[in-house]
Every structure is written in structure tokens, then in C-alpha cells.
């Protein structure tokens, strides 16, 4: 049972990158899903989260209109597609899964299941 996000990479201001959160062992369509990310010195913050009923998304102000979180159920991942990237958005990025249906509106505490990390560097 593993979780991988993969995807990162350097970017210049204004660029694109698509990060993907594969699932293998189980399948992420029972779960709510989170993208976080966390820069040097700062706390962990959620990016963005798909829920695990209706597959409803919510995501950070920081982010909106930028980013967009997607599931593709034949793949087993949850995708997310980061558009117009700011110096700002230089993290390390990780997914994570909840049982929970409300996941997306709680606690970081509620992913029980993290990725291992993926570098995401908007720099020119």
C-alpha cells in the first residue's frame, strides 16, 4: 500500500506543471484527497482537496483560478494541474488521503496517509 505524488520540477514564473498523486494497493475512489504543500521555514498548508463522496473540490484563495484538483479513476490518481505559477508557490507538494468525507473542510490531522514529497521551483 503506497501513495507517490510525482510531477515537480522547475518552472519559470507564469508556467505549468501537472502534479500526479498515484495510489497503489488500493484505490484513492473511496477517499478524500488532499494536495498540501510546505516552503522553507513556513507550516504545512493545504493547496487543495477532493472529496471522497461526490468528488466535490475546494481550494486555498491563494490558489483559486490557478490550480484544479481531479480525479482520473482509471489511472487511480488524483491530479492537480497548477496553472500560471508564482514564486510563491516553490514548496515541496504532497498528497494525502482521509476516510473522512469531511476532510476537505477539517484538520490536516484527519490524511492519514501521505506521500512522500514532490519539489515544485518557480524561479527564472
Known amino acids: 500500500v503506497q501513495l507517490q505524488a510525482s510531477g515537480g520540477g522547475l518552472v519559470q514564473p507564469g508556467g505549468s506543471l501537472r502534479l500526479s498523486c498515484t495510489a497503489s494497493?488500493?484505490?484513492?475512489?473511496?477517499?478524500?484527497v488532499g494536495w498540501f504543500r510546505q516552503a522553507p521555514g513556513k507550516e504545512r498548508e493545504r493547496v487543495s482537496c477532493?472529496?471522497?463522496?461526490?468528488?466535490?473540490?475546494s481550494s486555498a484563495d491563494s490558489v483559486k483560478g490557478r490550480f484544479t484538483i481531479s480525479r482520473d479513476r482509471a489511472k487511480n490518481t488524483v491530479n492537480l494541474q497548477m496553472n500560471s505559477l508564482k514564486p510563491e508557490d516553490t514548496a515541496v507538494y504532497y498528497c494525502?488521503?482521509?476516510?473522512?468525507?469531511?476532510?476537505?473542510?477539517?484538520?490536516?490531522?484527519?490524511?492519514?496517509?501521505w506521500g512522500q514529497g514532490t519539489q515544485v521551483t518557480v524561479s527564472s
Open positions: 477532493i472529496r471522497a463522496t461526490d468528488s466535490s473540490t
Open positions: 494525502a488521503t482521509s476516510r473522512s468525507i469531511y476532510a476537505c473542510s477539517g484538520s490536516q490531522a484527519d490524511f492519514i496517509r
Open positions: 494497493g488500493f484505490s484513492l475512489g473511496g477517499y478524500s
